[in-house]
């Protein structure tokens, strides 16, 4: 785990289903066994390309999630790398029972790609904004549930996951709205990798941050700092299986007397409620968890959104000074 003492170069504004795209694309070049479902969202999901690319390979069925879910089983258990992608909403609630049964029963090799997750969505209002898929995802056996910092690390993601022998499902969420992209486009994808940032000499707290939840945080710990409040942030990318172990050594490490977790998504079964289940049976600690509470989202700007759940950097600082201290 490499530890940084800066705020990492803002290298743009990119949503993660861009990074996502061009990751498909890259590893169905170099492997013919790379096949995508079309669900009537290509072109929101970017895969554009690789339909014109790569005809035979792109199969549309239209709006079908659940007969989506039923191809992608059959083509993994035949021997393709199948990339099952729509708005994360439709993916893991409609075509649920196709995921549980067909796909992770069988353990079949599928991506599955959850686009427009948690309040990014914006306009498009409470039926397309997913903010239950880690929930219903991680509780799956055989699935790993994956969320990246930004779009350099989808892209990487999804390259590494596509290239590698899969032998179990994998899924992705991916947000709608540009989102900041800092990480290294160089880097090769780890699922051991964590993101570890320092704010001060002596952190009692310990920030961690789901996904592109990463980037807002930092910032909330540049203004706790400021406050006289030290900590660490630990950006999150893989849900499932989680670094339970990791995280513990931190707590213990640094005698943390309090962690925060922050994920755009509900509070109830998400992100947060992984972190309190590996750390209730590795290093008890008082745990305050940010997100949604138990509401449905609603239409509106991105950042508007954000601001009003208090998921933005000022909002986060906010709750912490008022709850976790």
Do not use: W
């Not at 079949?108 to 686009?115: E, Q």
């Not at 997750?117 to 904004?129: F, I, N, R, W, Y």
């Not at 219903?136 to 590494?160: F, G, H, K």
């Amino acid at each position: 785990m490499l530890e940084r003492y800066v705020l990492p170069e803002l290298l743009g504004q990119e949503s993660t289903r861009e990074g996502f795209a061009r990751g498909v694309f890259r590893a169905a070049e170099e492997n013919d066994r790379v096949v995508v479902i079309g669900l009537d969202v290509t072109g929101s999901l970017h895969l554009d390309r690789f339909r014109e690319r790569f005809p035979s390979r792109f199969i549309s069925i239209g709006i079908a999630e659940q007969n989506g879910a039923g191809i992608a089983a059959g083509l993994a258990l035949n021997g393709f790398l199948p990339v099952f992608a729509t708005y994360a909403t439709f993916a893991t609630t409609r075509a649920l029972d196709q995921i549980r049964v067909s796909i992770c029963y069988n353990k079949a090799p599928v991506l599955i790609g959850g686009a427009h997750a948690g309040l990014s969505v914006g306009p498009d209002g409470a039926t397309h904004q997913a903010l239950e898929d880690i929930a219903t995802m991680r509780v799956l056996p055989n699935m790993r549930v994956l969320t990246p910092l930004d779009s350099n690390q989808a892209e990487s993601m999804v390259y590494s996951v596509l290239r590698s022998e899969m032998t179990a499902p994998v899924y992705i969420r991916l947000g709608r709205a540009p989102a900041p992209n800092f990480t290294d486009p160089n880097d090769v994808y780890s699922v051991e990798e964590i993101y570890a940032y320092r704010f001060g000499e002596k952190p009692r707290l310990l920030l961690l941050a789901c996904g592109t939840m990463l980037y807002p945080t930092l910032n909330a710990a540049e203004v706790l700092k400021g406050r006289g409040v030290d900590s660490v942030v630990l950006g999150i990318s893989c849900v499932k299986p989680f670094c339970g172990d990791a995280v513990a050594h931190y707590v213990e490490l640094l005698d943390i007397q309090c962690v925060v977790t922050v994920e755009e998504h509900q509070v109830a079964g998400g992100f947060g409620g992984v972190v309190a289940e590996a750390l209730s049976s590795k290093h008890p600690v008082r745990i305050v968890r940010l997100g949604v509470y138990d509401s449905f989202g609603e239409s509106g700007a991105p950042e508007d959104l954000l601001c009003k759940y208090k998921l933005d950097a000022a909002g986060i600082a906010e709750q912490v000074m008022g709850c976790a201290l």
